[in-house]
Structures are given as C-alpha cells and as structure tokens.
C-alpha cells in the first residue's frame, strides 16, 4: 500500500493523486523524465529546483512507485531514474496540462515549447489531446518531439550556466 | 498578464501551468468548483483545507483568472465562486488526473468515487478519457455523474462533522 492510499481518508481519485503529487517541481520532474533526462544533475537544471528539493521528489516518487533508479556509475555511486508502469500512466495528465498551459498561459507571441509530429498521420499534432490533423487520441509512441528554438535555447542557456560555473 | 506570464522565466506550458497551481489544495478546490460546490463553505469543508489555506487558493485562482466571485449576500457579505473560461477548461486534465487516480492510487476493495453516464450513447462513461462503451471523447457537458454510496457517505460525514459542531 502506497502513502496516497494510507494516508487519505477518502475515496476520490484526484485528491490521491495530489497527495502523491504533493506540491510544485514534481510535475517538472516527470516533465523531465518523459522528456528523456533521467539524470539527477540533468533534471535539476531543467526543473530549476535546488539539489534539497529535487532530491525529495525524486524519493517521493520512488516510494509512490512511479519511478525507479539503478545506478549508472560506482564511483562516484550515481543513479538514472526511470518511469515505470505507474509513472508512464501519468502522461496523459501532463499532456492535458500541456494543452491548458499553452491556450491559457501563454501571449500570442510566445511560441509553443514543443511540438509533435503524429507518426500514425505523419502530420503535426497541434496542442490537443487529438491529433489536429487526424483526430485521433495522441499516444506518446506515436509522437516525435522536436523543441521550438526559443524553448531549446531556454533549455541550452540553463545547462550552460551551471555546466560553465 | 497573469502571475504566470511574469514569474515564469520559461516556455514550457507544464510549469506556467504548474505556476498557477501552486501547490495543494488547489486541485481539490477546482473539482468542488466543478461538481457544483461555490460557496467557501462547503468548499472548505469537503477539500479538508484550513480556512487560510482555502481562502488564499481562492486569491490565487481569481488573481490568476480561472475563477470569479460575485456576491450571495449583503449582510453578511458572501460571495459565491465560479469557474470562468479558463477554469472550464481546466476539466481535461482533472479528468485524465482522476482516471490515474482510478487506475494506480486505490486499492481492488475501493469503489469508484464518481460514476459517469455518458449522454450521447447513454451507458456508463468508465474512468477513462473516451467513453468506455462508444469510444468518443469524453466532454463534461454530456456527463451525467452519481456518487459511489460510499463516496457520498464520506461527503455526507464531512459536511454533519462541521454543521453539527
């Protein structure tokens, strides 16, 4: 039994997942994680959380069991974390907030951070939960990712400070 | 310009999003908003939160656009809360949000919360994003929704513990 079922005293399904969630950053480490960065350095730069912080949501995931680690060094011991079955799942959360974020937090001359390529239609998804062009429901196999400039560039200036440093 | 647009140093939609939210508690406040609660009281008594905490994630879904408040009555002066556009359209990722909850933070025993009927082909919605019988994409104004008995019995508590104190 995972802490969401122990320590809530109800039955609804969002107020679980919020307790797993349990508050800011651990959103942008899922981010990170389904982006492809499953290593600590790397996510901690892009999430922008101190060490202190990352570390906590990294150990809450873990113990919730949406992620997990094996080490990829012995010296220095060093870990890559993994989504697993339970992690992966969320993704559609993520993509539905993806969508609010772009239509409700954006100005019109920011760019959409990321785009997809629908790989079953060849063409592009847009920001939906559907395909723009075919309509049917996106699944994260059968989308290609590519970062807007102004997003790589963001994310290339926040490595290079901390790399450079 | 929202708080999100300003604090925000970043493109990616899932942390301006994550930057409106602002840690628990919100989410709970938005899925009393949409299954029909307005007033603060009931509100705070069904999400658990102090009235501090409750009153400040109203300041900050209002200052941030997804909620107003118009006045129920003068004397006292109470006001009732309601999702405006960009609340509404937040449903999508409660919705995907409820159907992990579902699916990974409960156990075999626990019943579903809330049990939805789909009106366009008029049988049971499942816990998904589409229609478990006819598949189509699940849309908040063709769901009709009915509480487990045990969910509305854990509402029903909730509200007697602080109506009879």
């Not at 995931?61 to 990829?72: D, F, K, V």
């Not at 592009?124 to 062009?133: N, S, T």
């Amino acid at each position: 039994m995972s802490n969401s079922q122990k320590t809530l005293d109800t039955l609804c399904p969002v107020a679980r997942a919020e307790e797993v969630l349990g508050g800011r950053w651990t959103l942008l480490v899922l981010r990170e994680l389904f982006m492809g960065n499953h290593r600590f350095d790397d996510i901690q730069i892009q999430t922008g959380g101190t060490p202190q912080m990352i570390t906590g949501r990294l150990k809450s995931l873990e113990a919730e069991g949406l992620i997990s680690r094996e080490p990829y060094s012995q010296r220095p011991l060093r870990y890559e974390y993994r989504l697993t079955p339970k992690g992966d799942a969320f993704y559609p959360v993520l993509l539905a907030l993806r969508e609010w974020g772009e239509t409700w937090c954006k100005s019109e001359d920011e760019s959409v951070a990321v785009n997809f390529t629908h790989t079953v239609c060849g063409q592009p998804a847009g920001v939906g939960l559907h395909c723009a062009h075919c309509g049917l429901p996106l699944r994260r196999e059968e989308m290609i990712s590519k970062q807007s400039a102004d997003y790589a560039l963001e994310r290339k200036i926040r490595w290079e400070a901390v790399k450079k440093s």
